[in-house]
């Protein structure tokens, strides 16, 4: 009993009781924090992708480099409503800021539950442990309002607001995908066969040996592809691999981060990559991220697209449902790139 209490306090808990050392099953060997920080990831601006072709060939064409060269890159001018973004952010912190009471009743360890509140990957079979605790809210299909929290009062209205604006921007985005490829804008959205959206609030507390430790160990997303909402109060956090170094991700305020997931990988038969990534933690300053996750729906087959498998380029994954990836991805401690290699032929 005392240890899943302890597993509901989280983090937060800990950082809360003043604790100056990371528990040992906090401990990693190395400082994540070590970094090189080389070129930037491409920043590309969505206004007027949908009026002006121009732009649109513009965007295309960054988005297909940055998609091949990195697997990640910032949009900014994207539309999103910046004072949503901003007020998602602090709802995030806000809902933390309950005292215990209020929100262990929202814990859960069931990767299946629709809006949860949980702390580390598998915190139960975990040997190793993540400096972070988080929020999974299911946005499409979309979890029952009953199912979420009643404090703060307006958590439903910000988060459900957040989730439809953001619904907006990762369709527009999945058309530039496509088209990126050299297919027709709905290709991709056909392939999904419908939609599977949720979010990860991501909440790293302050860490009192932020060397020690990480808030997200190396992991490539399941999922089609992630937009994910950076706190531009804290610099460090999100770190990807590129060319075999650990380069940061500086937050940029307004933009958005885009990452292509593993289904977008298997889609385009390895044209893009999912690509590994962690988030290192801070002694200071608290820091929120916000993922929403955007990919196929839970029953559609994933495959290769048949318009880009050739005899010179055949099929590299074989089929799965996706729904069946997600649940052993869920059920296997985070490790790199380990999911999409069980699918490779
Ligand atoms: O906190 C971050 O910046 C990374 C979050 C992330 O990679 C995830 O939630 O999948
Ligand atoms: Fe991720």
Avoid at 93 to 100: C, E, N, S, T
Avoid at 188 to 205: S, T, V
């Amino acid at each position: 009993m005392a240890a899943v209490a302890s597993r509901i306090a989280g983090v937060k808990g800990l950082a809360d009781a003043g604790i100056a050392m990371v528990p040992g099953e906090y401990r990693r060997d190395s400082d994540p924090r070590q970094c090189v920080e080389i070129e930037e990831i491409p920043v590309i601006d969505l206004s007027d992708v949908e009026k002006c072709s121009p732009a649109r060939i513009l965007a295309i064409d960054s988005i297909r480099s940055a998609s091949r060269d990195w697997g990640f890159f910032q949009v900014h001018e994207h539309g999103f409503p910046e004072q949503l973004m901003a007020n998602m952010m602090e709802l995030v912190h806000d809902f933390f800021r309950l005292p215990i009471e209020d929100r262990s009743v929202y814990y859960s360890e069931d990767s299946s539950s629709k809006f949860r509140m949980g702390t580390s990957f598998i915190p139960s079979k975990e040997t190793r442990r993540m400096w972070q605790d988080y929020l999974h809210q299911a946005c499409y299909p979309p979890c029952e309002i009953a199912q979420l929290p009643t404090k703060p009062p307006s958590y439903v209205k910000i988060s459900t607001a957040y989730a439809e604006a953001m619904n907006r921007l990762a369709k527009r985005v999945l058309g530039l995908f496509s088209e990126s490829l050299g297919l027709e804008s709905g290709a991709l959205e056909e392939a999904f066969g419908g939609e599977r959206h949720a979010m990860r609030m991501n909440y790293y507390p302050p860490c009192p040996e932020p060397e020690l430790t990480i808030g997200l160990d190396a992991h490539a997303d399941p999922n089609g592809f992630t937009i994910l909402q950076q706190d531009t109060r804290v610099k460090d956090g999100l770190q990807i691999l590129h060319c075999g170094a650990w380069v940061p991700i500086k937050p940029l305020p307004g933009a958005f981060v885009v990452n292509i997931g593993d289904q977008l990988q298997i889609l385009s038969n390895d044209a893009y990559k999912s690509v590994e990534h962690r988030a290192v933690v801070n002694s200071e300053r608290t820091r929120v991220s916000i993922a929403s996750f955007y990919g196929p729906a839970e029953d559609s087959h994933i495959a290769p697209l048949a318009q880009l498998v050739a005899d010179e380029a055949p099929a590299c994954f074989k089929e799965s449902v996706y729904g069946n990836y997600l649940q052993s991805f869920y059920a296997s401690k985070l490790d790199g790139k380990a999911a999409i290699e069980t699918v490779r032929y």
